[in-house]
């Protein structure tokens, strides 16, 4: 006997234990969408499969051994595999199995229909994640259909339960649960229409919008602004705050701040101000600055990451790696509200092209966004960007930039029962977590998050992020030019005989200042690049940076021995002679919490 054929006595007999009848066992057997499901191999589509055992275990809530195994009936892969692999599809078909339980009991034990009827998913859900039902019935779902042979009158189909989409003509339909699914095209809204005899007078009468907007708080579905209808793709907060404590979460956020309370502080209002408008007035809010936070793996960078998810919700969240940030394909910023940028690294090939896209992140209000198979457009930058990296130079802090605070942490990994408390209490009742948000929302903002902090860690990433011709710079100021110089002075031959301008590093007429020739100072600058492993840059932008950086120094055209020349004046020409006076050394950072929250 084939495995087959017992898998179909198995699925017979718990039929007839189910006490239905011959033609429910048919109707269930013969089911157009289990049947679809049960021709396609599922297991790479999460999707599909979470829709598929929540439709199942929903319909057949009273008979849940016959739901079990129709879920691993249809759902189990068809080709040969190792007994290894059968052993693990069992445990995730179990395992989906046990979750759709659980949330149906949740949902039913609120008494909220609604709650409960979320799990019935309609066939068209599964038609627009590309499977084809053959022969569509005129009830949308499985439990319709099971209901209906019970005698129970299927759902009518409204016209109100449809809205169009002007923009993209695509349409969406409501679920049971109040929420939307789709868009899916107008051959998909066709096939449902049409089975139930209605047909282009039904279309017309379906309301469109003209573009989909968030309208955050507000819980109207179709909000008119200036005569233009937006649908609302706010569907509620993903988490509600409560009072309370929240010690394990200040433990994680000491540790990432290295103790320093002053950025602890400015941490915390950095994370407050965009939340408090998003809740409090409805409106995102950027803060024009980026917070960056490297240091040891395992600091709880994660770990923040998880929180700050837990808080804004998955559709509003968005991670990004450093090959997203270095392609041109990103995903969905337009609807991000959060964005982190994790395992970040200034050392990259586009390190240049990945500096100004991060620019324009961080401070302008709109930004160009590409997606694959679509033309680029222009969209609304509405969220603020954390960084954070285990690498030593994790993004390029220019001179003078005004979008970056950098945050060393400890150079420790957080204890173990710290990570499983705080990892325990977002997978739970989320206390800690609700507790942590009504802090930030009722915190009194002290800092300008506008402005970035100026912290050591910062100064260390921008002296070591810094580009060649400013470390060129800062150098010829700190050293001299004839020390600077001497390295290439000694690696030059005479041309000729006789020859000795060779390696002349300085121009002089008595009783004038010394003066650089231009195009000296460049040798010397590229044999300085070379030595140091840098990349170099054009002339033009290093005598910028010269200019820039050393007070007094200026070129022009001048003559000497009656050759005209580009010359610098004003470098220093010897090692500073400044009395340099010992900072007194800061008192290491007080591991004590603070306990004023």
Known sequence: MSKNTMKIIQLQAKLARAALSMQEILAVAHDPLLSSLRKHHLAANHEVRRLAIETIVHALGDHPDLAAGLCHAVLRPKRRTSSLALDLGKSWVGRAIDDAREAIRAARCTGDRRAVERFAHRDEEFVALGVAIGGMPAAASLASRLAALAGEEPEAIRSDDFLHDASTDTWRQRRADGTWMGPFSLGALKQKVGHEGKGEAFLRSITSFDAVKPFYGDWRQLVVVRGETFFNSFSGWPLESQPGRWPNIRRVLINLVAGDLATYEYLLDWLAVPLQSLRLRGRPRKTRTAIVIHGAQGAGKGTLESILRAIYGEDRFLVLGQDALDGRFVGDLESSLFVVANEVMSSTNRSAQTENKLKSWVTDP??????????????????????????????????????????????VQLPAWLTDAVYADLQGDKREVRAFLHHLLHRRVRNDVGVPMATDARAEVQAATASSEVKFAKALEVEGWRALSRPWAEAQRPRFQGDIDHNRVVLCHEGFPEKVAAARLFDVYRDWCCREGLRQCGQTKLGKSVKQHIDGASSKWEKFHGEGMQVWSGLPMDPSTEVLVDAPVPPEPSRQEPDNL
């Open 366 to 411: 709109k930004i160009p966004v590409e997606k694959k198979y679509q033309h680029p457009r222009v969209v609304e930058n509405m969220f603020n960007v954390l960084f954070t990296s285990n690498d030593d130079r994790p993004v390029i802090v220019p001179s003078g930039d005004r979008r970056y605070t950098v945050i060393r942490t400890w150079p």
